[in-house]
């Protein structure tokens, strides 16, 4: 019926509607591929958090911008993941989180504008 229809609009659309002949056709209708779940690995059991090196590992910065605020002090011990300061970037204010756990030793100064890699702060 769908076929009909929808070769009547068409001829019609061309403008030879009263010459052109509704053909009918049967769709053969085949059944849908069953959808599978994606296959995943298996997860690792979680490791303990990542621990700072003997000297300390860098915090670069990710892009450029403005050190608005520090959100720790200097010398407070941080987790993996945990905010330690503002960068704002393009009038947004972006948290920057310490890439492991240890004491904060910021290379900067709030108001201060830096570009993209450059040190912020040795988290050891």
């Not at 049967?26 to 090196?53: G, W, Y």
């Not at 050190?67 to 960068?87: A, C, M, R, S, Y």
């Not at 492991?100 to 100064?109: E, L």
């Amino acid at each position: 019926m769908k076929l009909k229809l929808l070769a009547a609009v068409c001829a019609f659309a061309i403008g030879s509607a009263a010459s052109a002949p509704v053909v009918s056709a049967a769709v053969p209708q085949t059944a849908a591929p069953a959808v599978q779940a994606p296959k995943t690995a298996p997860q690792a059991a979680p490791s303990a958090p990542k621990a700072a090196p003997a000297n300390g590992e860098k915090l670069l910065s990710p892009f450029p911008g403005l050190i608005k605020k520090f959100i720790v002090n200097e010398g407070d011990t941080v987790k993996k993941d945990q905010p330690i300061l503002v960068l704002e970037a393009m009038k947004m204010d972006n948290d920057i989180t310490a890439p492991c756990a240890g004491k904060v030793s910021f290379k900067t100064a709030v108001g201060n504008n830096v570009e993209t890699n450059v040190m912020l702060a040795v988290i050891g």
